[in-house]
């Protein structure tokens, strides 16, 4: 079967129509977005939150801690190891060696997984409530803990040290950090953007109140996609001081962690699974496809053409998400159809201004190996 995106948009648009009217349904994956699962690995406890480093999944399995994996082959993922946590675990990242965890009791958890068999505590820090989201920039951890935007200075993990925070309005529920701006799901009050260009002195840049609760935020450009658990939300945010909308999606589920990665969205869908979604266009996004996982999604990662779920009481899934009808052509970055120097200046760019655009090995960390991969993506060239 082959299709043209705009075939397949148009098509995708009247079976989003028909099923919207119908009741909110949404169709399995079409010919071209099949979402057949891959793999999957049970974990003994509720599974929240998930970060994926090359073929190593690290997951965040609420009172059975930290669960290391071995994805290499999806259809046979095999335990590494484990760190057992008192209490439970949520939102987690995972930079060079060391796995920074949001935990409910003993604040930003940091784990050393150099050797992912036998990981060992570095150090914690409680911040007052429980933690559920945490992002690391440099030597500079920000969590969320309910309250307030904490930022830490983690330079040495043993000795973790408070720099500074900003209360929001509402529930700070998760961050993204981009640049010199932390990106707040505040749950009652939507996307808070604070300026962290000085951790010691936090300051509110602007907001946008979106219609429901935001948990989860994923920034990518100028735009901010937004979990707001019922519904995505798609926000212009190229003016920090003035956000506005662009356009949103609803789903069959509650929308509650999104990952972007170039123009499809994918989404957490927590008991309606999973979702993917097409955003070329922010002001009419649709649904590209469904599937409905055994348990209740709560987190998702995108690496190459698999996506891992952390779903709930099932563990970890993992879903082929490839588009089987248009040829690859990934270092097209500027959608013209042919790989020049427009497309090595927009990927140097976006690189330069820390844009996901960049995240080629989509491991949320901008580095050689990006590069690496871009050049990879460009000698292939558009089949």
Same mark, same amino acid.
């Given at each position: 079967?082959?299709? =043209?995106?705009?075939?397949?948009?148009?098509?995708?648009?009247?079976?989003?129509?028909?099923?919207? &009217?119908?009741?909110?349904?949404?169709?399995?994956?079409?010919?071209?977005?099949?979402?057949?699962?891959?793999?999957?690995?049970?974990?003994?406890?509720?599974?929240?939150?998930?970060?994926?480093?090359? =073929?190593?999944?690290?997951?965040? &399995?609420?009172?059975?801690?930290?669960?290391?994996?071995?994805?290499?082959?999806?259809?046979?993922?095999?335990?590494?190891?484990?760190?057992? &946590?008192?209490?439970?675990?949520?939102?987690?990242?995972?930079?060079?060696?060391?796995?920074?965890?949001?935990?409910?009791?003993?604040?930003?958890?940091?784990?050393?997984?150099?050797?992912?068999?036998?990981?060992?505590?570095?150090?914690?820090?409680?911040?007052?409530?429980?933690?559920?989201?945490?992002?690391?920039?440099?030597?500079?951890?920000?969590?969320?803990?309910?309250?307030?935007?904490?930022?830490?200075? %983690?330079?040495?993990?043993?000795?973790?040290?408070?720099?500074?925070?900003?209360?929001?309005?509402?529930?700070?529920?998760?961050?993204?950090?981009?640049?010199?701006?932390?990106?707040?799901?505040?749950?009652?009050?939507?996307?808070?953007?604070?300026?962290?260009?000085?951790?010691?002195?936090?300051?509110?840049?602007?907001?946008?109140?979106?219609?429901?609760?935001?948990?989860?935020?994923?920034?990518?450009?100028?735009?901010?996609?937004?979990?707001?658990?019922?519904?995505?939300?798609?926000?212009? %945010?190229?003016?920090?001081?003035?956000?506005?909308?662009?356009?949103?999606?609803?789903?069959?589920?509650?929308?509650?962690?999104?990952?972007?990665?170039?123009?499809?969205?994918?989404?957490?869908?927590?008991?309606?699974?999973?979702?993917?979604?097409?955003?070329?266009?922010?002001?009419?996004?649709?649904?590209?496809?469904?599937?409905?996982?055994?348990?209740?999604?709560?987190?998702?990662?995108?690496?190459?053409?698999?996506?891992?779920?952390?779903?709930?009481?099932?563990? %970890?899934?993992?879903?082929?998400?490839?588009?089987?009808?248009?040829?690859?052509?990934? &270092?097209?970055?500027?959608?013209?159809?042919?790989?020049?120097?427009?497309?090595?200046?927009?990927?140097?760019?976006?690189?330069?201004?820390?844009?996901?655009?960049?995240?080629?090995?989509?491991?949320?960390?901008?580095?050689?190996?990006?590069?690496?991969?871009?050049?990879?993506?460009?000698?292939?060239?558009?089949?």
């Amino acid at each position: 079967m082959f299709c =043209t995106s705009f075939q397949r948009r148009v098509f995708m648009g009247v079976i989003g129509g028909l099923s919207l &009217a119908s009741g909110g349904a949404v169709l399995a994956g079409d010919g071209c977005y099949p979402l057949e699962s891959v793999g999957s690995f049970d974990l003994p406890s509720f599974t929240r939150g998930i970060y994926v480093q090359g =073929t190593i999944v690290y997951a965040a &399995a609420s009172n059975s801690g930290l669960q290391i994996l071995d994805a290499s082959d999806p259809a046979s993922v095999q335990l590494l190891g484990s760190y057992i &946590a008192d209490f439970g675990m949520r939102g987690i990242t995972v930079q060079g060696t060391i796995a920074y965890i949001a935990n409910n009791e003993t604040g930003l958890l940091m784990i050393d997984v150099s050797d992912p068999s036998a990981p060992v505590e570095l150090g914690s820090l409680a911040t007052g409530n429980p933690v559920s989201g945490v992002d690391v920039v440099g030597s500079v951890a920000y969590v969320t803990d309910g309250v307030k935007l904490s930022c830490i200075d %983690v330079s040495d993990p043993a000795t973790p040290v408070l720099l500074g925070s900003y209360t929001t309005l509402g529930d700070a529920y998760s961050l993204m950090v981009v640049g010199s701006s932390a990106y707040i799901a505040d749950w009652q009050f939507g996307l808070q953007i604070v300026d962290v260009s000085d951790p010691s002195s936090p300051s509110l840049i602007g907001a946008y109140d979106t219609p429901g609760r935001s948990r989860e935020v994923w920034v990518q450009g100028s735009i901010a996609y937004v979990a707001d658990y019922g519904t995505l939300q798609i926000i212009d %945010v190229g003016n920090a001081a003035d956000p506005q909308s662009l356009g949103s999606l609803s789903t069959p589920g509650n929308v509650y962690d999104i990952s972007v990665v170039g123009t499809k969205a994918y989404i957490s869908d927590e008991s309606q699974g999973f979702v993917v979604a097409d955003v070329s266009d922010p002001t009419a996004p649709i649904v590209l496809g469904t599937h409905i996982t055994p348990g209740d999604c709560r987190g998702v990662q995108v690496v190459g053409s698999i996506a891992y779920l952390a779903d709930g009481t099932s563990g %970890v899934q993992l879903i082929d998400v490839a588009d089987h009808c248009s040829p690859a052509c990934q &270092a097209d970055l500027n959608s013209d159809g042919t790989l020049n120097f427009f497309d090595i200046s927009a990927f140097l760019s976006a690189f330069s201004a820390s844009d996901s655009l960049a995240d080629f090995t989509n491991d949320g960390v901008l580095n050689f190996f990006d590069v690496s991969a871009f050049l990879d993506a460009f000698r292939a060239g558009c089949s």
